[in-house]
C-alpha cells in the first residue's frame, strides 16, 4: 500500500458528461501528479500541484482541470466527455516537488 | 523534449530464467532513472532508482546501471520467479521549471511461466 488514496475506483458514465476523480496523497507529502494510461498514448503526465499551487503541466486538455485543496487532496475534474477519454487515471504524491513519486491504484473511467 | 525507449514486449520466460529489459532514454540535462512495475489491477511501484551516471539501483533481486555513454538503463534479475509477472515500465525524471514530472516508456508486459 502506497499511501496515497484514489476514489472512485471505477467510473462508467456517458459522452458529453463531466466526472471528478479524487486523490489523497501520502501523509505529509505536499506535492500531487496527476497521469493518464491509455492504449494508444501509454502513460502521460498531465499536471502537478505543490501546496495548493500548480507548478507544471504536461499533455492536459482544456476540458480538464485540477486542484489541489488546503488540506493536500487533489481532485481531477474532466467534462465534456469523449470516448477518447476512457483510461486509467494515476494519481502520484511526494515529500516536495522533486521526490520520488508513490502512486495510487487508479480510477478507471469508461466512456460509453 | 525527453523520452524513453524500452523493448517491446510481451516477454515470456520460464522460471529461474535470467531476465534483461532494455531501456534507453533521450535527455537534455542529467535526469535520475527509474524502474516502476506495475501487478495486475494495481498501481505503480517504485522498483529501484539511481540518480547520476554509474549508479546501481537494487531492489528484491532486480538491478539496473545507469550508463550515461550509452543512454541506458536496462533492467536485470539472475532469476525470475512466477511472482514478477507484471508490467514494467522505465521512466526518467524531467525537470520542468523547477517542479519535475516522469516521462514513461510504453511498458513491457512480463509473463513467468512454472
Known amino acids: 500500500d502506497s499511501g496515497v488514496t484514489q476514489t472512485p475506483k471505477h467510473l462508467i458514465t456517458a459522452t458529453g458528461q463531466r466526472v471528478t476523480l479524487r486523490c489523497s496523497p501520502r501523509?505529509?507529502?505536499?506535492?500531487v501528479y496527476w497521469y493518464q494510461q491509455s492504449l494508444d498514448q501509454g502513460l502521460q503526465f498531465l499536471i502537478q500541484y505543490y501546496n495548493g499551487e500548480e507548478r507544471a503541466k504536461g499533455n492536459i486538455l482544456e476540458r480538464f482541470s485540477a486542484q489541489q485543496f488546503p488540506d493536500l487532496h487533489s481532485e481531477l475534474n474532466l467534462s465534456s466527455l469523449e470516448l477518447g477519454d476512457s483510461a486509467l487515471y494515476f494519481c502520484?504524491?511526494?515529500?516536495?516537488?522533486?521526490?520520488?513519486?508513490?502512486f495510487g491504484a487508479g480510477t478507471r473511467l469508461s466512456v460509453l | 523534449g525527453d523520452s524513453v525507449t524500452q523493448m517491446e514486449g510481451p516477454v515470456t520466460l520460464s522460471e529461474e530464467a535470467f531476465l534483461t529489459i532494455n531501456c534507453t532514454y533521450t535527455?537534455?540535462?542529467?535526469?535520475?532513472l527509474f524502474w516502476y512495475v506495475q501487478y495486475p489491477g494495481e498501481g505503480l511501484q517504485l522498483l529501484l532508482k539511481a540518480t547520476k551516471a554509474d549508479d546501481k539501483g537494487s531492489n528484491k533481486g532486480f538491478e539496473a546501471t545507469y550508463r550515461k555513454e550509452t543512454t541506458s538503463f536496462h533492467l536485470e534479475k539472475g532469476s525470475v520467479q512466477v511472482s514478477d509477472s507484471a508490467v514494467y515500465f522505465c521512466?526518467?525524471?524531467?525537470?520542468?521549471?523547477?517542479?519535475?514530472?516522469?516521462?514513461f516508456g510504453q511498458g513491457t508486459r512480463l509473463t513467468i511461466n512454472p
Open positions: 501523509s505529509g507529502d505536499l506535492s
Open positions: 535527455a537534455t540535462g542529467y535526469p535520475s
Open positions: 502520484a504524491s511526494s515529500v516536495d516537488r522533486m521526490d520520488i513519486q508513490y
Open positions: 521512466a526518467l525524471s524531467d525537470l520542468h521549471q523547477g517542479a519535475q514530472k516522469l516521462v
